[in-house]
């Protein structure tokens, strides 16, 4: 069993930037591979971001790109979600993923393929 807790949501105006903080725990959380998704309200939950267990290997979404950072602390188990050049389409519930079935090199981009999620961190971008 893996628990994940994210924090650092908050309300910025355009232009902003904001980190988004997430730890797994529990018996297995230091073999998890790790990703960001978002939900807007009326849409379904897509992909921002992933990062390997290993740390090495980290995969974004193209809105992402440039823009986002993934990375992680693995001796704090903590992923980071650094966005800059906030947009107001970024306004959405950020969720955090774990999942330590798939091997340290592995990046998850989908959410059927991750088994433990956080309950989300709400991200307002006004403009």
Not at 93 to 104: E, K, M
């Amino acid at each position: 069993q893996v628990q994940v807790v994210e924090s650092g949501g908050g309300s910025v105006r355009a232009g902003d930037s904001l980190r988004l903080s997430c730890t797994a725990s529990g018996r297995t959380a230091t073999n998890c591979a790790m990703g960001w998704f978002r939900q807007a309200p009326g849409k379904e939950r897509e992909f921002v971001a992933a990062i390997s267990w290993s740390g090495g290997n980290t995969y974004y979404a193209d809105s992402a790109k440039g823009r986002f950072t993934i990375s992680r602390e693995k001796a704090k188990n903590t992923v980071y979600l650094q966005m800059n050049s906030l947009k107001p389409e970024d306004t959405a519930i950020y969720y955090c993923a774990a999942d330590p079935r798939w091997g340290v090199t592995v990046v998850i981009a989908t959410v059927e393929q991750y088994q433990y999620w956080g309950q989300g961190t709400q991200v307002t971008v006004s403009s």
